[in-house]
């Protein structure tokens, strides 16, 4: 009995019962019986003529005795409840979503992956400012123990409640360092002690905050770091990156490791006005010049020197290329490419347009490698722009376009509207498998042309004869990202489905978890 | 008509827990192409992946199992399917028919003797050869009790499962429950449970010469059951029962569910046990919170809490509000009472009125301001269920109070709401 429950008599009498029992009555002699005079009474009749099965009589009389006279304990001192929480709860049925969501079931009807809605479910409820129902904070603060991209929605989810049962549980002790670092002292000790990740989260955090205090964390321990820990710190920059950070990314230019040197390059080329852009600006101008007859003339580096190394550049290709054609391409990824715009007075378009010509032979290499870079450098920089005119409208083929750079990433540096817009276009005339990273880079909830553009290509593949299962990310995509007014015509898709066909089972999940998907939002309306 | 055993007590037959887990589907109708029950014997042909169906018999006076498939177990998941649905759905296998020829012969090389389907005779003869058996039991589970005794706990750990297999073989599924149980008791418990069960056994040798209530106690605790029919024949309790708290746990291939009720006008407890069946919704479906007008009938015993619910009487309805609750000293006292009347008590269902959880040294309490009550055995979903609901102020909890601690079952919120603190119950 180690219930905390005291039993109003001695305990040395039953502690000498066990002990008998344990040893056994043939080695050990029975206890002298003890307690209250009706104890002891009702003791002496026990038959000892066997005195196994005498013990086992005293033991049962004692052990009911000790149960039938148990007291509690004398009362705790609860602690202060949490802070009120002003949020108003969720509606009902919200909750009643909430543990289905959290359970991965969604009762009835064949759905497709729940643990992909969920996501969207919290960032909704957190946005619309509602407090979980008590009981379900801890089934919400367990998913996302199991799942850290869950955690910045439910560490503003669970609320005050929430912290407070993180301090009680072990378990959920993220949220405390999620959470726990309001105060300057919360952050240090997070930066001081906590493991890598919630180290980079939590200078993540700061920098969104407080760019000047993010730098000063990360200065404070720079030296101390590992280098693969630098490397990943130095990435967190790119949070707020400014003018005020030039000095220690200059700085970084001289670190141990190769690849910090190269990062913290790559970060001062896309600062404007930063002196490493200016001495890129100087090297990619004398190595591309425009003649006067409008062509580019091109004069790849002869050699990769200490002041271009020391400024991100290696003097050998990772991949193996030509040692000229790395070095070009280099600069120019870094060049700020106002410098372009600037130097020879035209617009992007009209540079793209110009013939590039070799200085040397005369021949145009170094067209595509001038386009490859300029992609990089409108990636980098972010430069609309730039990435507009090198889009270009959207490619009937999409292998043979010839889109310099990677289409996806330069989408992204793209408005919204325009991204869905070019997306849309794409593919109306290319099949879902060729715009998956495309769709990827798209703002979600898709906006209704897209979100057609999709099913109707979706409905081409079926009617093509590809499997569904080659299109099986596009189809994820779809299920978080279609306009909730497209739905019916995904349901019409899966009634007009030959049946029994693997497309008609997935047109009917893909209708079905639309449903749920409108049906939960629906309910999250204020 | 032949006493339909209690699903507990086939339950307790199964070898193991891997035969007990495998028989599930063959306790459904549709595992069987064709069932019958006569002469105290109950028979199906059961389609197996191929060939001839396998044909199982038992013979309910030995038990004794038959079966044509391969297995070396007995009895096999298709003798403990086959009963199962005969003890859970008797329309399924109906009374009286006359048992098939293979059946008669196969189970019966003992047993050529034609009895009358309804003969009363036979059936107090059977109530008797049973009775005897138990008694045997008991006398053999007592000696070997001592013996463990004499030798010592602290010696090499006896074979429990033999001797359970032998009281199974007694007819005595309570009391092989309970050696089951001897092996799952932490040390400092074992004394009490052996002397518990000696007591038991003890009990059950004297059970004529004891007073009605308590040899009704003592029978049902040994592993007699009685048939809801003849329960729901007798007297019977209405009301308007409220549901306290509802528990399920997984046996074998089965799911349990107990369910505790509270008498608005009789403050009455009782707690209704149910198994789900294969493919079928469990009967009892009065959620918590909800009440109804019903009657129930109680099993006999000196403290009658183990009920079956009559006809319904009407719609389960919510019913918000906390019940009446007691201080956590008035719990442990009523559960002390309950262990002086039913020394096989282990806990005693109590809603505690404005308790609020709070951390202490050796783990969680629900405390008043008199007294505190350690929080028992409990999943660490249901527990913190409860702590965030409470949110540090008192409320109403309902659970079992026994000498393990304060299991909790469901809690009401501020607002009146129930909520089932198993992760079935969504908030």
Not at chain 2, 238 to 257: H, I, K, M, Q, Y
Request: proline share 9%; glycine share 10%; hydrophobic share 45%.
């Amino acid at each position: 009995m180690n219930s905390g429950l005291n039993s109003g008599m001695t305990g040395d009498y039953w502690a000498d019962l066990q002990s008998t029992a344990l040893l056994g009555t043939d080695r050990r002699a029975l206890p002298q019986a003890d307690g209250s005079a009706a104890a002891v009474a009702a003791a002496a009749t026990v038959d000892r003529s066997d005195p196994a099965t005498a013990l086992l009589e005293l033991a049962a009389l004692a052990v009911v005795r000790r149960r039938a006279g148990l007291l509690p304990p004398p009362a705790a001192r609860p602690e202060q409840p949490p802070p009120a929480d002003p949020r108003p709860e969720l509606p009902e049925p919200a909750a009643r979503r909430l543990t289905a969501l959290l359970a991965g079931r969604a009762g009835g009807g064949a759905l497709a992956n729940l643990t992909e809605l969920l996501p969207q479910w919290l960032a909704t409820a957190r946005e619309r400012g509602y407090r979980p129902p008590a009981a379900q904070v801890p089934a919400l603060l367990e998913a996302a123990r199991a799942r850290s991209e869950l955690r910045g929605d439910v560490v503003v989810l669970v609320g005050p409640l929430g912290r407070r049962l993180a301090e009680q549980n072990p378990d959920w002790r993220y949220l405390m360092r999620t959470t726990g670092v309001d105060g300057p002292a919360g952050a240090d000790r997070v930066w001081q002690e906590g493991l890598f990740a919630e180290r980079v989260t939590q200078l993540t955090r700061l920098r969104r905050r407080d760019p000047a205090a993010g730098l000063a964390l990360l200065a404070g321990t720079w030296p101390a770091e590992r280098a693969e820990d630098r490397l990943l710190f130095l990435d967190a920059l790119q949070e707020g990156l400014g003018p005020a950070d030039e000095p220690f990314l200059e700085a970084a230019l001289g670190d141990r490791s190769k690849n910090v040197r190269a990062t913290a390059a790559e970060l001062l080329s896309t600062l404007p006005g930063s002196a490493l852009g200016h001495r890129m600006a100087e090297r990619a101008l004398a190595a591309v010049r425009l003649t006067p007859d409008g062509t580019l003339l091109v004069e790849p580096p002869t050699s990769c020197d200490a002041s271009l190394q020391r400024d991100g550049i290696p003097p050998k290709s990772p991949t193996g290329r030509g040692e000229q054609a790395w070095w070009l391409g280099e600069i120019l990824a870094a060049t700020p490419l106002t410098a372009w715009t600037t130097a020879f007075g035209r617009s992007p378009a009209q540079l793209l347009a110009l013939p590039v010509v070799d200085a040397a032979s005369g021949g145009d290499q170094w067209r595509d490698e001038l386009r490859e870079a300029w992609a990089r450098a409108a990636v980098r920089q972010g430069d609309a722009d730039w990435a507009r005119v090198l889009l270009g409208p959207a490619p009937r083929r999409a292998r043979s376009a010839g889109i310099a750079g990677s289409p996806a990433k330069l989408l992204a540096v793209l408005p919204p509207a325009e991204r869905a817009a070019w997306t849309a276009a794409f593919l109306r005339v290319n099949g879902p498998g060729e715009a998956f990273q495309l769709l990827g880079a798209c703002a979600t909830p898709w906006t209704p042309p897209l979100s057609t553009a999709v099913v109707a290509a979706l409905e081409r593949a079926a009617a093509a004869g590809s499997y569904p299962w080659n299109h099986s990310g596009v189809l994820g995509l779809t299920e978080r990202s279609l306009a909730p007014a497209t739905a019916p015509a995904v349901a019409a898709l899966a009634a007009d489905a030959a049946p029994d066909t693997a497309w008609a089972e997935t047109f009917g999940r893909l209708a079905g978890t639309l449903r749920f998907r409108a049906e939960m939002l629906a309910e999250l309306e204020p | 008509m032949e006493e339909r055993w209690s699903t507990e007590h086939i339950l307790s037959l199964a070898p193991d827990a891997a035969s007990r887990a495998a028989a599930g589907p063959f306790s459904a109708p549709a595992a069987w192409s064709a069932v019958g029950s006569a002469d105290g014997t109950v028979w199906g042909l059961c389609a197996g992946s191929g060939g001839a169906p396998y044909r199982t018999v038992v013979e309910l006076t030995g038990p004794a199992y038959q079966c044509s498939c391969p297995s070396r177990k007995s009895p096999c998941k298709h003798a403990l399917g086959l009963l199962l649905l005969w003890s859970r759905q008797p329309q399924a296998v109906p009374d009286g028919g006359t048992s098939a020829d293979w059946a008669a012969n196969g189970a019966a090389g003992r047993q050529r003797a034609a009895r009358g389907p309804a003969d009363p005779v036979a059936a107090r003869r059977r109530a008797e050869r049973r009775a005897a058996r138990v008694a045997d039991g008991a006398r053999e589970l007592r000696l070997r009790l001592a013996d463990r005794v004499r030798q010592g706990l602290a010696g090499a750990a006896g074979d429990w499962d033999e001797v359970a297999a032998r009281m199974v073989d007694a007819q005595a599924p309570g009391l092989a429950a309970r050696v089951r149980e001897l092996a799952t008791l932490p040390s400092e418990e074992q004394l009490a449970g052996y002397a518990l069960l000696d007591l038991l056994a003890a009990a059950y040798q004297r059970v004529d010469e004891l007073p009605g209530a308590l040899a009704a106690t003592v029978r049902s605790r040994v592993g007699f059951s009685i048939d809801s029919a003849e329960l729901l024949a007798g007297p019977t309790v209405r009301d308007r029962w409220l549901a306290l708290g509802c528990r399920e746990r997984v046996e074998g291939p089965l799911t349990s569910r107990r369910l505790w009720l509270r008498g608005a006008r009789s403050g009455r407890q009782a707690v209704l046990l149910d198994y789900d069946r294969p493919g079928q919704p469990a009967e009892l479906a009065l959620p918590v919170g909800h009440s109804m007008e019903a009657e129930l009938a109680f099993h006999p015993g000196v403290r009658p809490l183990r009920a079956v619910l009559g006809p319904r009487q009407d719609t389960p309805v919510p019913t918000p509000g906390p019940p009446r609750g007691r201080t956590v000293a008035e719990a442990v006292a009523d559960y002390g009472e309950a262990v002086a009347e039913d020394p096989w008590t282990d806990a005693w269902p109590v809603p505690l009125a404005e308790v609020v959880p709070v951390r202490g040294p050796d783990g969680w309490l629900l405390t008043d301001d008199q007294g505190a009550l350690p929080v028992g055995e409990v999943d660490s979903t249901a527990l913190w269920r409860l702590v965030a609901v409470a949110e540090g102020r008192p409320l109403t909890v309902f659970g079992e109070c026994g000498h393990r601690g304060f299991t909790p079952v469901t809690v009401w919120d501020r607002t009146g709401r129930a909520i089932d603190l198993s992760l079935r119950g969504a908030a």
